[in-house]
């Protein structure tokens, strides 16, 4: 198998015949003789060899360098020269060609099969060298980050176009500069200049992109931007490190990501909005029903809410507290109104009925998509701890904590406001009824921090309008 395609470039034909024997004995195949540059360029066209030997001093227009540079430019290939001549300037013409080699005539075999070899050798390297170069350069070309390297100093080695459509300049114009000229970083956070990159410096496989800086540009404009800045060392010997060679800043413009958000936090608070509007006409319609305990909800879901801050409720958690209690007794839209309304104690079935409204609660609201466990509070907020409570006697932790909190609300709120079958029974009466069940039928903690609210300065009127803050306190205070 043949070493390699070799094209002979010689003038004299009986050194040329000598060559062509010679790369045979060898192993390699001559697939052209030329004694002339211009009949080089042709065969070389024709014969597409893996490398020229090439007479320096070649009769006609084009001299064995003239033709090696025109080899080069036109197909790359490596060009070894043969010559006796060895005076400076033919050499330092020759040396402008970046040649794979020269042998000086008269040469030995074995040097002419080591320079070939070497030189396809070496030539095969530069090649897959530069297509990693070409392939690096694309990647990093398309990249939509701003990829930028500086050397030891902080002057920029490379940056790419995404780096000159940030900083608005040309890539020309960047390379060779101090990137301190260029634009300048700040904590996005705490608006502090970073002036040292080795303060973001992270070592490769180290944490991401520091999400929170800003870049402000020669222009004055700060752009949001995540920045990641790698050291780059210089290959010691074995594993180790010969010392910083520079660093590699990967910048992500993060204005679009940065609206995209706050139109997303405006759309979402926009649809909370919306939701809480629809949460409260589905209450209000309840309450139509039953105008006499108007408002009732809206009270229990505010002193539920005050409950389960002393509770430790997260400000999510309270909200979804906020909506069950507002919605608890929505299912009393099925309960007949005279039944609502009736001035005197309910029949069995009257009270069966009364009774039911968790249920119809349920399964008004258990296909709604809420965050929060709405209808299984709303289900179970007549539940008590012993058993005895409805619609199904549950008891202890089987009973959720925003349905035990719910229902102290409740009691408490409902005994200190009228009814169409009884006046208030008072806020010390309601409290009282939550103390003597504490731990059996109501939930311990949560009856503490109800008695804690009113012990606090927390005092509620006994008035028809419920549940209310006196002059001490605000509404806003107890929800």
């Known amino acids: 198998m043949s070493k390699g395609r070799i094209l002979v470039v010689e003038d004299e034909a009986i050194v040329a015949l000598d060559i062509q024997a010679r790369l045979s004995r060898l192993g390699f195949e001559v697939v052209g003789r030329a004694s ?57 013409r020759a ?55 500086t050397d030891r100093n902080g002057h920029v080695t490379y940056m790419n176009a995404s780096g000159g459509q940030l900083l608005g300049l040309h890539v020309a114009e960047a390379v060779g500069q101090d990137w301190r000229r260029l634009f300048s970083i700040q904590d996005g956070i705490t608006g502090e200049p970073v002036e040292n990159l080795e303060e973001l410096c992270v070592p490769q496989g180290g944490p991401p992109l520091c999400e929170d800086m800003v870049l402000v540009t020669l222009d004055g404009e700060d752009v949001p931007v995540a920045l990641s800045v790698s050291p780059l060392y210089a290959p010691g010997r074995g594993n180790g490190r010969a010392g910083l060679q520079g660093r590699v800043l990967v910048i992500r413009n ?15 608070a926009e649809l909370r909005a919306t939701f809480r509007q629809t949460v409260r006409a589905l209450a209000s319609m309840a309450e139509k029903r039953d105008p006499y305990t108007a408002g009732h909800q809206q009270r229990v879901a505010r ?7 002393s509770m430790g409720f997260s400000e999510d958690a309270l909200e979804g507290l906020e909506m069950a209690g507002t919605l608890h007794d929505v299912g009393k839209v099925y309960v007949p109104a005279e039944i609502l309304s009736k001035p005197a104690k309910l029949s069995h079935l009257e009270m069966a009925l009364m009774r039911s409204h968790p249920e119809v609660g349920f399964e008004i609201l258990h296909e709604v998509k809420f965050p929060w466990p709405v209808a299984r509070v709303v289900l179970e907020h007549h539940e008590r701890l012993d058993g005895s409570g409805y619609p199904g006697g549950l008891k202890g932790q089987d009973i959720c904590l925003e349905a035990r909190i719910l229902a102290v609300a409740d009691v408490v709120e409902a005994m200190s406001s009228h009814r169409p079958y009884r006046a208030a029974l008072g806020l010390p009466s309601a409290l009282d009824e939550i103390r003597a069940g504490r731990g059996t039928l109501y939930d311990a903690e949560a009856v503490d921090a109800c008695l804690a609210l009113v012990d606090d300065g927390y005092l509620f009127e006994e008035v028809g309008q419920g549940v209310a803050a006196t002059a001490d306190t605000t509404a806003e205070e107890i929800a």
Not at 36 to 62: F, H, I, K, Q, Y
């Open 36 to 92: 002339s540059g211009a009949e080089a360029l042709r065969l070389t066209e024709s014969c597409n060899p893996d490398l020229v030997l090439m007479d320096v001093l070649l009769s006609g227009p084009l001299d064995g360098i003239d033709t090696a540079r025109e080899l080069m430019q036109r197909h790359c290939l490596p060009v070894i020269y043969l010559t006796a001549a060895s005076d400076e300037s033919t050499l330092e």
């Open 95 to 149: 040396k402008e060609t970046a040649p794979a080699g020269f042998l000086t005539k008269p040469f030995e075999d074995h040097e002419l099969s080591v320079g070939i070899e070497m030189a396809l050798v070496k030539f095969e390297a530069e090649a897959r060298l530069k297509q990693s170069e070409h392939l690096l350069s694309t990647t990093l070309g398309s990249l939509s980050e701003t990829v930028l390297s």
């Open 254 to 268: 993060m204005a679009l990501r940065k609206r995209a958000e706050a139109d997303l936090r405006t759309s979402i």
């Open 303 to 309: 002193l539920a809410c005050a409950i389960g801050r």
